[in-house]
């Protein structure tokens, strides 16, 4: 016999997975990571920061720049996002470094997620974009609602 719950039951919890944030060390990704937290603060759930890197087109892999590592430079741009937008209140916070394209990883990432937030431009492509490629790509293609952060300071 199928179990029900009330709609009060419902509304008191209707999310439970994490709000999804999109961190690429931009100004806009910040933007992005802020309206998270106040989502998640609002929502009573947690944030996960996701931060994609790669290898430079031209190069083969690790060894090529010596000691220098574009995953470890992934981890210290997520890192100083959330210390600079959580302080030490960063509990619930998750951080996920991941090796791919950052449209790809983000959509996948959102079959987990209650909202997926992304700034609305990167670090990539052409700075006077309104909306930038990943931003678009996650806006058409992600498994959840999405939440795209036009800048602050322009909006203010």
Same mark, same amino acid.
């Given at each position: 016999?199928?179990?029900?719950?009330?709609?009060?039951?419902?509304?008191?919890?209707?999310?439970?997975?994490?709000?999804?944030?999109?961190?690429?060390?931009?100004?806009?990704?910040?933007?992005? =990571?802020?309206?998270?937290?106040? =989502?998640?603060?609002?929502?009573?759930?947690? /944030?996960? /920061?996701?931060?994609?890197?790669?290898?430079? +087109?031209? $190069?083969?892999?690790?060894?090529?720049?010596?000691?220098?590592?574009?995953?470890?430079?992934?981890?210290?741009?997520?890192?100083?996002?959330?210390?600079?937008?959580?302080?030490?209140?960063?509990?619930? $916070?998750?951080?996920?470094?991941?090796?791919?394209?950052?449209?790809?990883? =983000?959509?996948?990432?959102?079959?987990?997620?209650? /909202?997926?937030?992304?700034?609305?431009?990167?670090?990539?492509?052409?700075?006077?974009?309104?909306?930038?490629?990943?931003?678009?790509?996650?806006?058409?293609? +992600?498994?959840?609602? /999405?939440? $795209?952060?036009?800048?602050?300071?322009?909006?203010?």
């Amino acid at each position: 016999m199928a179990q029900y719950r009330s709609m009060s039951e419902q509304a008191t919890r209707p999310w439970t997975k994490p709000i999804i944030v999109g961190v690429d060390g931009s100004e806009s990704s910040a933007d992005a =990571l802020r309206q998270g937290k106040r =989502l998640a603060e609002a929502l009573q759930l947690p /944030v996960e /920061v996701v931060t994609a890197w790669t290898w430079p +087109a031209f $190069v083969e892999g690790a060894g090529y720049f010596g000691e220098w590592s574009p995953e470890e430079d992934a981890r210290t741009i997520a890192e100083e996002a959330v210390k600079q937008v959580f302080g030490s209140e960063a509990s619930g $916070v998750t951080i996920r470094i991941a090796q791919g394209p950052p449209a790809k990883l =983000l959509i996948e990432a959102s079959e987990g997620a209650s /909202v997926l937030v992304v700034g609305s431009r990167g670090h990539g492509g052409f700075a006077g974009l309104l909306l930038g490629s990943v931003s678009s790509a996650c806006a058409e293609h +992600a498994r959840c609602p /999405v939440l $795209v952060v036009h800048d602050e300071k322009q909006s203010a």
